[in-house]
Each structure stands twice: as C-alpha cells, then as structure tokens.
C-alpha cells in the first residue's frame, strides 16, 4: 500500500491530505512530504524509484540491532534510521520494525503492518493544520506520538496491575486463580518489557537526529522535551517491573503456603497411622504364645485400640493448631 501526503504553504493540506495514488502518472504529478508504504509491492517500489530515483532493498526491514546498521547517511544524502513501534491490540503486543529514509526533505517509511502510531499522527494532523511544516517534523512528530502511545499503554498496565493486587492481596487465593493471576502477570510483564524496549529504540533515534545537526531550533528543543517524555517513562518502566516482581513473588508464596498445607495434611495422616500400623504389626506376628491369641476378644480390642491410636495424634494435632 502506497500512502503519499502532501504540504500545502507549509502546512498540510486541510490538516491532513492524503493524495489517491493509483498510477505512477499519479505518483509523478504529486509533491509529497511523508511517502508511506506499507508491504509494499515490487511494482510501488519501482514508483519510488522512477519518480524519486530512491532504491528501495527488499531486505530494508531487517533485525540489526547495531546502531552503525540502524542508523547512518549514505553519500548521495539519503539519511536511514530503523526505529522499533509498539502495537498493543488484543493482548497481541508485539514491537514492529519500521525503516526511515529522508531524501530530498521527504520521508519514506516502509513497514509490514499498519501501526497506531502512524494513525495517531494522521488524526491530529488533521485537526491542527500548522502541526507539520517538513519532512523531519513528520519524523520528530511520530516519535512524540509513540512516546505518548507507549504512555498510554503504561496506564492500562497500572490499571491491569491493580485489579491483579486485589486478586492477590485477599485473604484466600486458591491454586486455580493464582495461576490466572501468574498468567495476567505474565502478560503484563512482556508488555512493559516491549515499552521498555520501544522508548529505549525512540531515545536512539531522536539522539542521533540531534548529533546529526538536521533539525532547525524550534526541531531541536522538541527533540530535547521528547527525550525528557521518555525520562519519564524509564522511571514507570522500572516502577512496574518491581511491582510485577512483587507480585509475582506474592503469588507464588500462596501457591506455596496451599502445597505446605496438603503436605502437611499428609504428614499429620501419616503420623497418626503409625501407631495403628505399630500394632497392626505386633499381631500379625506369628509367634505361638501371645496372651491375646486366645482371648474371645482379642480381636476387636485390637480394633479398638487401633482407633483409640489414630484418634489421640489427631486430637494433640487440633489442639495445637496445626491441622488449620
């Protein structure tokens, strides 16, 4: 899919203005500022390259962690960075790649999923026209929507978080819910993870545009204000993962108090049945003088104090409390 946006005396047209591109005759007639391409097809990228004489590689997506790979300026000008966005639809969080080019004050974006972020920015754009004057204005203003984005996921694990407490704080928490609880926890624990991760890539990308020496005053200080954003987000970040540390320890302590309690369920039966076992075995012996053999009631005086045997640990065990 081929996205193309144009400026209109420095502003966006009407706010946002997406232009129809259906032909590369359409593609030619345009002035954009923002190219967007989302898995685009050989065909598109054939466009860009005759109307913009830009090569895009088929590989441009790719996983390099290396800032020399994910960052860096070709000698024909062409200014690369590969920054990582969030998307957090469904439980389904997942960090996507996303490659920049800046050429010829426009940018190209190129990735393989539709991303909030990009909407984020099309829908405020249009409401307040004079947001984007240039092509680095788009690329700074996407930075401050994933900021804010990953901001707005932080909330909803802090709200998540808190409703996992009150599962976890009450007084009983069986086995079957400490495992939903350890399942929700998860969750959230990867979920802060990728925003950690994400805004860690961001501060990457908006420092090298500031070493680079590309963006105007007015570009440089909300690059600054971007960067104190992302400050701020580190200290939730961390905040939350030792609260799901906390937690997750608390959850795993009941789960071990509900196992020490059918251990020591086991334990008391297993004490409690030695005495009987004791003189199960005294009379099973097979000696030929034993003064109860030819009692008329040795046998249910052998019950009975089998009973009386099994019900004296377990009345010690009562009163001392430990069948609780």
Do not use: C
């Not at 591109?21 to 990228?45: C, G, H, M, N, Y």
């Not at 799901?244 to 071990?256: E, K, Q, S």
């Amino acid at each position: 899919m081929l996205n193309v946006f144009t400026l209109d005396n420095g502003r966006l047209k009407g706010g946002l203005f997406q232009q129809e591109i259906e032909t590369a005759e359409d593609l030619a007639q345009s002035r954009p500022v923002w190219v967007d391409l989302e898995s685009p097809s050989a065909e598109e990228k054939g466009w860009i390259r005759d109307r913009f004489g830009l090569t895009i590689p088929e590989d441009i997506v790719d996983e390099d962690l290396e800032e020399s790979a994910r960052f860096y300026e070709e000698d024909n000008g062409e200014l690369h960075i590969r920054s990582d966005f969030l998307i957090d639809d469904d439980g389904q969080a997942r960090n996507v790649r996303v490659a920049f080019i800046l050429f010829n004050n426009i940018l190209f974006s190129i990735h393989n999923e539709d991303l909030p972020v990009f909407r984020l920015l099309r829908l405020r754009a249009r409401r307040i026209p004079a947001l984007i004057e240039d092509a680095k204005d788009v690329l700074l203003k996407l930075y401050d929507a994933d900021a804010e984005y990953s901001a707005d996921v932080l909330e909803g694990i802090y709200d998540k978080l808190e409703a996992v407490s009150a599962r976890v704080l009450k007084s009983n928490v069986t086995d079957a819910e400490a495992g939903e609880v350890l399942a929700a926890i998860a969750r959230e624990e990867d979920l802060n993870g990728r925003i950690r991760r994400n805004v860690m890539d961001t501060r990457r990308a908006v420092s090298f545009m500031m070493r680079s020496r590309m963006l105007n005053a007015e570009q440089f200080e909300e690059s600054r204000q971007i960067l104190r954003d992302i400050d701020s987000l580190d200290s939730h970040t961390a905040f939350l993962f030792d609260k799901i540390n906390f937690l997750m320890d608390a959850t795993v302590g009941f789960i071990n108090i509900n196992q020490n309690k059918i251990i020591k369920i086991f334990s008391v039966a297993s004490v409690a049945l030695l005495p009987p076992t004791l003189i199960a075995s005294i009379y099973g012996m097979n000696f030929r003088h034993m003064p109860e053999l030819e009692s008329r009631w040795g046998y249910p005086f052998a019950l009975v104090l089998m009973l009386l045997s099994v019900a004296a640990p377990f009345i010690y065990f009562r009163r001392k409390g430990w069948l609780k």
